[in-house]
């Protein structure tokens, strides 16, 4: 069945980058996203990438997705301590489901 | 552009009551969705709309929640009655879907169910 994994928690010191992995069972996925989650509020769309894109930058963000081996990660670049949230990746798949992964924790060092 | 809204943010009810839960989804948009958020879990649907036609409510319980968006715009979703196992956050999103494809879904901040 259809299922995205993603390590439970990271800590990362503040100004360091913080690299997030995610990997998808689903190989007919059409679009993976990053969404953020806060305390108390609801998801946060940060960027999504096209199943045929091996890439997308946006500003702090990189998105890399290696199709081969369903692994997409997110990299923080110059991790603050307001980048401290729940981030989920989802994947999209052709019959519009969407499946989420259970979230990663990242923690920001002092 | 406003966002997703969703009210209230909070509610606590007795076991057996009955809860409903509102969302006015982003203007523009055709798709709605109800999502069920347990704590530590990412979101699992619970029903789909497009405009006022419900296209999947597969993981829906019937038996006990129901939903409606009548003008396809903003919806609601109860639960009667509410049971212990029922506490979450009930998440609402919103995206256009169209023939150039899916855009990004849209969430509100939820409403935190706690039973007691």
């Known amino acids: ?110 | 552009e406003a966002g997703v809204v969703q009210s209230p943010r909070y509610k606590i009810i007795e076991k057996k009551q009955p809860v409903a839960f509102w969302c006015n989804p982003i203007s523009g948009h055709n798709t709605l969705y109800w999502y069920l958020q347990n704590l530590g879990q990412g979101p699992e649907l619970l029903i789909r709309y497009e405009n006022e036609e419900a296209v999947d409510d597969s993981q829906l319980p019937k038996d006990r929640f129901s939903a409606e968006r009548l003008k396809g715009v903003d919806s609601t979703l109860k639960i009667q009655p509410a049971e212990l196992g029922d506490s979450a956050v009930y998440l609402c999103a919103s995206s256009l879907v169209n023939r150039a494809g899916n855009q990004p879904q849209h969430f509100g901040d939820g409403t935190r169910l706690s039973i007691l």
């Open chain 1, 1 to 110: 069945g259809e299922d995205v994994e993603q390590s439970l928690f990271l800590s990362v010191r503040e100004g360091d980058s913080s690299v997030i992995n995610c990997t998808y069972t689903d190989s007919s996925s059409t679009y993976l996203y990053w969404y953020k989650q806060e305390p108390g509020a609801g998801l946060q769309l940060l960027t999504y990438i096209f199943s045929n894109m091996d890439m997308k930058q946006d500003q702090r963000l990189t998105v890399l997705l290696n199709k081969k081996d369903k692994h997409l990660s997110l990299r923080i670049a110059d991790t603050q301590t307001g980048d401290s949230a729940i981030y989920f990746c989802a994947e999209i798949l052709r019959d519009d489901k969407i499946i989420f992964g259970k979230g990663t924790r990242l923690h920001i060092l002092p």
